[in-house]
């Protein structure tokens, strides 16, 4: 399996994101992996590397390949975070997967994931996931 150069979690239960981590590190998907509470500040980090707005030496900096996005969280939604990544750069956002990852099965929120052509998938995160998730966007 490829390594990624990198993964997000956004999610506003902390206890989500430490467990989607542990997750992620076990599976050796990659070295790089940051976590945010609110989509306002992962929205701020993405703008940021989109626009090589960074120290380019600092290793807490990098472009994801794969973006997993809660829904309900305070400050800014992932549906708010969503609009505003949609209106980054196309050539920056080609190469990210975006990963909607909520415990909501509204066919509302289904609908609307699919119109930011976002991957849906309901909590918790488990290895078949991540590996289904991986073998249809990143095998060679």
């Known amino acids: 399996m490829k390594k990624l150069s990198g993964v997000l979690l956004i999610d506003d239960d902390e206890t989500t994101n430490f467990l989607n981590r542990r997750l992620l590190e076990k599976l050796e998907v990659t070295d790089n992996i940051r976590s945010f509470v609110n989509g306002k500040q992962a929205f701020d980090y993405l703008y940021n590397i989109s626009n090589q707005n960074y120290d380019l030496t600092n290793r807490d900096y990098f472009q994801p390949e794969l973006i997993f996005l809660d829904i309900n969280m305070p400050v800014m939604d992932g549906f708010e975070?969503?609009?505003?990544?949609?209106?980054?750069?196309?050539?920056?956002r080609?190469?990210?997967v975006m990963a909607v990852l909520t415990s909501s099965t509204?066919?509302?929120d289904t609908e609307t994931s699919k119109r930011y052509a976002a991957e849906y998938l309901t909590k918790?995160?488990?290895?078949?996931?991540?590996k289904n998730l991986l073998d249809k966007h990143f095998e060679s």
Do not use: T
Not at 124 to 130: A, M, Q
């Open 81 to 92: 975070m969503l609009d505003l990544y949609e209106r980054l750069d196309p050539e920056f």
């Open 94 to 96: 080609k190469n990210i």
């Open 106 to 108: 509204h066919p509302q």
């Open 124 to 130: 918790p995160l488990s290895i078949e996931k991540v």
